[in-house]
């Protein structure tokens, strides 16, 4: 009487989610115990994997090079320093919502970071004319010891006269109306494996071995190396968690079991 | 009788409106104690919002270069200053009507502010060869110490001498008809977070590394970074005018009670 | 009778204008009193306004920059200056019929003043060879004491060869007919907000820093800044006449009123 007019298929259709969530709501109900168990066994998991494993693995700042004033000591070719504050960067950070790396305790000491610079250079005769140049890097922690230093050399992609006329005609439209200019990101590690001090990177002081450089912008990397536990729980994420999950749930399971056998 | 000839729709259609407007009139009788003290307390956190934000988070205000008189100083590449007088330009904006920050007790000292720089360069052959140029920023309050202090590096963006035939070809009715020039506007925060003095700030100086840089137009801009309990009233707007709102009323009414039970 | 052979609606349209004067003068007959009071209301309010209000609110100048006279001086750019006469052009003005701002005393002092330059130049390579020059202007009052001094930085426009040459193609005509040239007029406020002196001002002496380039004409421009009640009666002059015209009328009601008491 109620499909009265109706298509069965119709009426099939029409109830076929109401069907699931109640075939959904009775396989739920049967194994209800289970699921609830490792529902609180993947909530500690993902308690303790937030616990151990920092929020980013890596973190970006900005760089200022201080060209000198003089423009005859410019031409002439001394270096350009930059210093960056990583504490004052770490609060506007804070005070953004922003997440970076967490510093505190929860990254042990003896976890390790790479250090890494990104210079945006215009593709202009300048550049090109300077060649390679050195980038050094030195990093210091809140009692001012050096942690960690290096330095590489980096270059500008050669590009032939002919690939340049290519690349301007191939991305006018954009470099036409002003959404990109001719311009090229050039990344380096500089300094890898600085083991963690303790409170974290205070400072920085990175520099460019000739200040003829022409540098749009350009920013310091600092990325977490995760090593031992750390680095396979994020690189096998699916792995770890169901086996840890299972573990977890376990442990559950043995403790309840060794409570009730002690108080009952 | 009245709907005579009519036929029944057009008459439903045209009475719609007026039987909404008599249901609203209906639930808004209903529930107008509720709508009454729900009014007062939107308006009582408008007022407190008013009170708390800044009414603008950002202020513009023109720069002028006096470069040396001296044509040779000038070819030398001496630095070039300017000075801004924020009460003046304060003043300006009060007779304008203009409403800028407001500069009053509301912001209270500890809030903090951005400074950053805008340049309008021609793309000359002159600004093109000076390459890199340092900006420095110091800013001073009403009892002439250095609240802030800052340097950066600005470059004109370059360009290929095919892609500036290409832009000059594209932009050229506008260029020829004199809308617009060859230029380009170069950006940059100069003072991050400057704690904000009492009294706001009064001064700044900027002065360019290279004098030979040839500058259009100039300006300092003034951002306010609204951090706490501001930063969510503003960021959050919806979010947190339900939440007051609600806070407030229960505040309007816990008070009502109060001097009920108080006065009778 | 009277519409005999004349199509009805023919005789509607050819009497409808007279008709609606007649509606319209019935309407004013009926409202007369309270129209003339509002005539007379508004013509006061128009005397008020013409009264406060200066009738025009800027001036233009011509000035005429004096070039050492040594040739060799001249190439390597000294200063040029000019002197301007105000009182000498507001006679001219008054000569010509032309009314400038009104110097006397309905204009109050405390009123104040923007002073700007504008320059025609012409796009010689002398000029772009320039680059940025500063302009200085002080002005002086009836007594000879400096009301305003201050001085900005103007540069000619860049244009590159390719846009230099589509724009002479583009104003070919004009150009070889002699109608127009190549030159660029360039304008900019120096002196912001000199405080009206009592007389008006007298004279004004503007340097350029640099007697190499080339100035086809100049002149100087006074406006003057509308602020506080004067800033509202202009700018917002639909509004502030509605309002000021009630009441003035309250005022005469009053007025009447209050005689009619007294006298009878």
Redesign the interface.
């Known amino acids: 009487l109620d499909g009265e007019g109706i298509p069965e298929w119709v009426f099939a259709m029409v109830w076929w989610p109401v069907s699931f969530m109640g075939y959904m709501l009775r396989l739920i109900g049967r194994f209800s115990k289970l699921a609830f168990l490792f529902s609180v066994s993947a909530a500690t998991y993902y308690w303790l994997y937030g616990a151990i494993v920092p929020p980013s693995l890596s973190e970006s700042h900005p760089i200022?090079?201080?060209?000198p004033?003089?423009?005859?000591q410019?031409k002439g070719g001394v270096p350009t320093n930059a210093t960056v504050d990583f504490a004052?960067y770490r609060?506007?950070m804070v005070?953004s919502?922003t997440r970076g790396m967490d510093w505190s305790s929860s990254m042990s000491p003896g976890s390790s970071l790479d250090i890494g610079i990104t210079l945006v250079l215009?593709?202009?005769p300048?550049n090109v004319g300077v060649g390679p140049f050195m980038v050094k890097v030195v990093v210091f922690d809140k009692q001012g010891n050096v942690v960690g230093e290096g330095s590489r050399s980096m270059i500008l992609r050669h590009k032939s006269s002919l690939l340049?006329?290519m690349s301007?005609?191939f991305y006018?439209i954009p470099?036409?109306l002003g959404f990109t200019?001719?311009?090229q990101a050039i990344r380096g590690t500089v300094v890898q494996l600085i083991s963690f001090p303790k409170g974290g990177l205070q400072r920085a002081t990175v520099s460019i071995s000739d200040s003829?450089l022409?540098?749009?912008s350009a920013s310091i990397d600092i990325s977490f190396v995760l090593t031992g536990f750390r680095y396979y729980l994020y690189h096998w994420f699916v792995t770890s968690m169901v086996i840890g999950t299972i573990v977890i749930s376990n442990l559950y399971v043995s403790l309840i079991s060794w409570m009730s056998r002690k108080l009952f």
């Open positions: 200022n090079f201080l060209y004033l003089d423009s005859k410019r004052f609060q506007l005070r919502g215009p593709e202009s300048a340049q006329t301007t005609v006018s470099l036409v200019s001719e311009h003829r022409q540098v749009y």
